[in-house]
């Protein structure tokens, strides 16, 4: 079973930065779809930023989301498991739990969440 806890999050205010991690545990997966996504009260849940490989494309791939693209930026440390995604110039609609993902091929694994709140 693999593990993902995620840190960081709190209340900020509009165009204010933050980062928050995702620690996973070690694992055996070879290939895998690994980011964040979030869900805020009401709304279905959506993906903000992924990085991952495949058998076919063994290279990490990195996508976001329009609505965060040249804002959040996924960043890692492979070497400690860790993902990291550092969001900047902050919006109100931005205001969600964010939930860290590990998607290797057929499973996936969910952290708890980290609340981000953005207002003035």
């Known amino acids: 079973q693999v593990q993902l806890v995620e840190s960081g999050g709190g209340l900020v205010e509009p165009g204010q930065s933050m980062i928050i991690s995702c620690e996973v545990s070690?694992?055996?997966?070879?290939?895998?779809?690994m980011g964040w996504y979030r869900q805020a009260p009401g709304k279905a849940r959506e993906p903000v930023a992924t990085?991952?490989?495949?058998?076919?494309?063994?290279?990490?791939?990195?996508w976001y989301a329009e609505s965060v693209k040249g804002r959040f930026t996924l960043a890692g440390c492979s070497g400690k498991n860790i993902l990291y995604l550092e969001m900047e110039n902050l919006r109100l609609e931005d205001s969600a739990v964010y939930l860290c993902?590990?998607?290797?091929?057929?499973?996936?694994?969910w952290g708890r969440g980290a609340q981000v709140t953005v207002s003035s």
């Open positions: 990085i991952g490989n495949s058998p076919s494309q063994p290279q990490n791939t990195i």
């Open positions: 993902v590990f998607n290797p091929p057929g499973i996936q694994f």
């Open positions: 070690d694992h055996n997966y070879r290939f895998g779809t």
